[in-house]
């Protein structure tokens, strides 16, 4: 977007030539290869490039120490930032300016400048490095008003060349970003402050040219940057007919991903149904991050869902819209006992079907990298590896780090690392759906809370590391103070080498055992006094474990079950002795012939947010 811009400037035209545009990143020394006597550099920067842009760029500047480097992005230090990082550039010698908010003018008048005195003090938005690593900053650069206008690397040719060259050899996804902008303060987030607070959005009639130019150049997923997708209803709506005829035309694009506006609730559920239809979107998203009224004041957070939170989660249970929500582990005045509550909160509500809960990284420009608000919270924080998943070790770069919370002035160092084991201990029995089905038949027959059945489950299976669940909930123990001591990844290696999340990957190893793990499950049950009838516990096993997406089995079947366990479980019935057939069928359309790699990728990682993992079962 900045060199589409730019190159509309005949000056610069005249003057400059785009020599490439690198993204694919590589061992350091052979990216480097890719660079020829470069005059000007910019690095877009972010968490999961920092240290690679660092090293890229000290190489570069070695080698050609007249080259202008310049660093945007969102991690990159901002004003408020280098207020108390004055080192910065003692830290990072090879960075020559450093531009802060949106890139496209200010980088046209970068490239102007260069070609004259270089007094980077005309120029806005920038801060550049002075003599003996000292710094200046200019004045805040205004917004762009009208994004509209402004040119799309879409519909220029910038992107063609990139198209043509490869490929032969990727599968193409493609950013776009319907409205700049975020309503929103949240504190955890970079783009929360109040200079992206002002929304600006781009017109249908260019995002129509946009996604056709994307439709017939075969980019199979569609990520859309904007903070909050149907705000714009109508012509969100318009975008959303728009694709789903593009699909019907070209084949393409297969998936148009979202993050979906905050408060509009069942608004949204139009837009959602439309490419749930279309295969083309994964469910909608509830963005909560907590549900403890102290927590969301602190990272100025307000949690609105249009009418009530559990009216939306049925009618969106009611229609087979898939839905699911995001929260965060380790956020100011979060406790332990309320991380949890929070989760019952929603399972109890009737969120079945899948949660994204997810390590607070401390982003350094927002409130949580100022020393100000870490100090009020009583924030501390370490440094892991990069959260990389689905990659191979080679692929990973040992030089990534996240700046991961461990402690707040809530919840000790202790309390962290239990949330982030009852959070994958209930990603896996619940939002995975190792134990749902016993637990929700349990709720309804019995009135045993939720709360009360996991509670059991998890004390009774840590003190039974020869089990199945014990012995994952012992491993993954280790596995975390390794995290957390800067010794390992995050996650686990499978047998196709490549890392997956720790709740992914417990899930694949326990289905490796799963008739195993069914019978100990069962022995808890018995021991435990929760079900007395055994033909009904019977039932209730068979009913769980078919319920599943079995990858060692061939669909449709058929089975039959004494007592309608679906009926209790899904429409709150009574039990009924009778004698049933159900037909069992598979979300996928697919058998996996025991390829647990192959379903894990379909089922686990790209489906878990509309819950493949369930069968389809009919009576």
């Not at 870490?374 to 996240?402: N, P, V």
Request: proline residues 4%; glycine residues 4%.
């Amino acid at each position: 977007m900045l060199w589409s811009h730019c190159k509309t400037n005949n000056i610069i035209e005249k003057n400059y030539k785009l020599s490439d545009i690198l993204f694919v990143r590589d061992e350091i020394d052979k990216f480097v290869e890719n660079i020829h006597n470069p005059t000007v550099i910019g690095f877009s920067c972010f968490v999961w490039n920092w240290a690679f842009n660092n090293e890229v760029a000290k190489i570069v500047k070695e080698k050609y120490p007249d080259c202008l480097i310049i660093y945007g992005g969102q991690h990159q230090p901002s004003v408020e930032r280098l207020k108390h990082e004055q080192d910065f550039f003692k830290k990072n010698p090879y960075v020559d300016i450093i531009v802060h908010g949106e890139g496209e003018l200010t980088f046209e008048e970068i490239l102007l400048e260069n070609l004259k005195d270089k007094n980077w003090d005309s120029i806005a938005g920038v801060t550049y490095q002075t003599k003996d690593y000292k710094f200046k900053t200019t004045p805040t650069r205004k917004r762009i008003e009208n994004i509209d206008v402004m040119p799309s690397p879409y519909l220029d040719g910038v992107m063609d060349k990139l198209v043509e060259e490869w490929k032969d050899k990727y599968i193409f996804t493609a950013s776009v970003e319907t409205v700049r902008g975020c309503p929103y303060r949240c504190t955890y987030c970079e783009i929360g402050s109040l200079y992206f607070q002002k929304l600006r959005p781009q017109s249908f009639d260019k995002m129509h040219k946009e996604f056709e130019w994307m439709a017939k150049n075969k980019v199979e997923y569609i990520d859309n940057a904007d903070s909050n997708f149907g705000l714009y209803e109508e012509r969100d709506m318009q975008i959303v007919d728009l694709l789903i005829s593009l699909k019907k035309k070209y084949g393409f694009p297969l998936i148009f991903r979202n993050d979906w506006a905050k408060d509009k609730g069942a608004d949204l559920i139009p837009i959602a149904l439309k490419l749930k239809d279309a295969d083309m979107a994964k469910g909608l998203t509830m963005a909560l991050q907590s549900l403890n009224p102290d927590t969301l004041k602190a990272i100025m957070r307000k949690n609105i869902i249009s009418g009530n939170m559990e009216e939306f989660i049925n009618k969106c249970n009611d229609i087979d819209l898939p839905l699911y929500a995001e929260l965060i582990v380790g956020l100011p005045e979060e406790t332990l006992d309320s991380f949890k509550s929070g989760i019952y909160k929603l399972i109890e509500m009737g969120l079945h079907n899948y949660s994204g809960i997810y390590p607070l990284s401390i982003l350094p420009n927002t409130p949580f990298g100022d020393p100000t608000y870490i100090e009020k919270y009583k924030i501390k924080y370490t440094k892991t590896k990069a959260l990389y998943y689905h990659i191979t070790e080679s692929e990973i770069d040992e030089s990534e780090e996240e700046n991961i919370v461990i402690e707040t002035s809530t919840m000790t160092f202790d309390d962290i690392y239990k949330a982030h084991e009852f959070k994958w201990f209930m990603m896996i029995n619940h939002f995975f759906g190792l134990t749902q089905f016993v637990a929700r038949f349990l709720k309804n027959h019995s009135d045993i809370e939720y709360e009360d059945f996991y509670e059991k489950l998890q004390e009774y299976f840590s003190n039974k590391p020869n089990t199945v669940l014990g012995n994952e909930i012992k491993e993954l123990r280790v596995a975390l103070k390794e995290v957390f001591t800067d010794n390992r990844y995050w996650g686990w290696y499978l047998e196709d080498k490549r890392t997956w999340e720790f709740d992914e990957g417990s899930v694949v190893k326990i289905w490796k055992k799963i008739d195993l793990f069914y019978q100990e499950i069962k022995s808890f049950i018995i021991k435990s006094d929760l079900i007395k009838n055994v033909d009904v516990l019977d039932a209730v096993i068979d009913f769980q474990k078919n319920a599943l997406l079995n990858p060692n089995l061939t669909y449709p079947y058929k089975f039959k079950l004494q007592y309608n366990i679906g009926d209790v479980i899904e429409n709150n019935q009574p039990l009924c002795n009778g004698g049933y057939e159900l037909t069992i069928n598979s979300k996928t359309n697919k058998d996996y012939n025991g390829d647990y790699i192959n379903w894990a990728t379909e089922v686990l990682w790209w489906g878990r947010k509309e819950g493949r993992y369930k069968s389809i079962v009919e009576n």
